[in-house]
Nanobody
Framework: VQLVESGGGLVQAGGSLRISCAASGSIFSINAMGWYRQAPGKERELVAA???????YYADSVKGRFTISRDNAKNTLYLQMNSLKPEDTAMHYC??????????????????WGQGTQVTVSS
């Protein structure tokens, strides 16, 4: 599976941004999908994940602000980010995994990673 992220950019604090991840290749094998982020000097962390059945997981830091969704017809994963804060600044990576529980584990047994898209929130 190949994953290509898009939609990152620079936004002011309080603003919104939607990032996307287009999947191609052996998409029939995709189960859970998720968004991770990594800020300079910090570990990569799971932001949100969604199962093939639509169950979702959110990190406490983004609950109520971010929404993850997937369009199976378009083979695309989305992350709608509202009320952005400077601490949301990071490289955001799309990933696929066996289950949401697997994606939460450290280290997560990720099947595929995207190349990342930068999200920068100015104060």
């Amino acid at each position: 599976v190949q994953l290509v992220e898009s939609g990152g950019g620079l936004v002011q604090a309080g603003g919104s941004l939607r990032i996307s991840c287009a999947a191609s290749g052996s998409i029939f094998s995709i189960n859970a999908m998720g968004w991770y982020r990594q800020a300079p000097g910090k570990e990569r962390e799971l932001v949100a994940a969604i199962s093939s059945g639509g169950s979702t997981y959110y990190a406490d830091s983004v609950k109520g602000r971010f929404t993850i969704s997937r369009d199976n017809a378009k083979n695309t994963l989305y992350l709608q980010m509202n009320s952005l804060k400077p601490e949301d600044t990071a490289m955001h990576y799309c990933a696929t995994g066996p289950t949401i529980a697997n994606m939460i584990a450290r280290p997560p047994p990720i099947d595929s990673w995207g190349q990342g898209t930068q999200v920068t929130v100015s104060s």
